[in-house]
């Protein structure tokens, strides 16, 4: 079983940008479609990006596009969120996940196989 560990959270100012890793150990990230997810306080869980086995295709919620990019580092076991042009509503925990089946299957966030505890992203306008 894979675990996963993230950082690179914090405080940034609207329009600025953050770069979250995601840390696996006990299982090579290869095995898995990597992604990630996010929570906003007293909303839902909702998918963010994902990116198959070997990269770089990848997949975003819509609200995303252009300002984040997801991208893997098998060799260090590590997956990346560049998040650019940041806006208050990006105001969420961020989770990593793994999947073994696919990103289609990971995007509705149901029976993965790993998840993160978590980091704090905080925009401020």
């Known amino acids: 079983q894979v675990q996963l560990v993230e950082s690179g959270g914090g405080l940034v100012q609207a329009g600025g940008s953050l770069r979250l890793s995601c840390a696996a150990s006990g299982r090579t990230i290869s095995d898995y479609a990597m992604g990630w997810f996010r929570q906003a306080a007293g909303k839902e869980r909702e998918f963010v990006a994902a990116?198959?086995?070997?990269?770089?295709?990848?997949d975003y919620v819509d609200s995303v596009k252009g300002r984040f990019t997801i991208s893997r580092d098998n060799a260090l076991d590590t997956v990346y969120l560049q998040m650019n042009s940041l806006k208050p509503e990006d105001t969420a925990v961020y989770y990593c996940?793994?999947?073994?089946?696919?990103?289609?299957?990971?995007?509705?966030?149901?029976?993965?196989?790993?998840w993160g505890q978590g980091t704090l992203v905080t925009v401020s306008s």
């Open positions: 990116i198959i086995r070997g990269g770089p295709i990848a």
């Open positions: 996940a793994a999947d073994r089946i696919s990103t289609q299957h990971m995007r509705a966030g149901r029976a993965l196989d790993a």
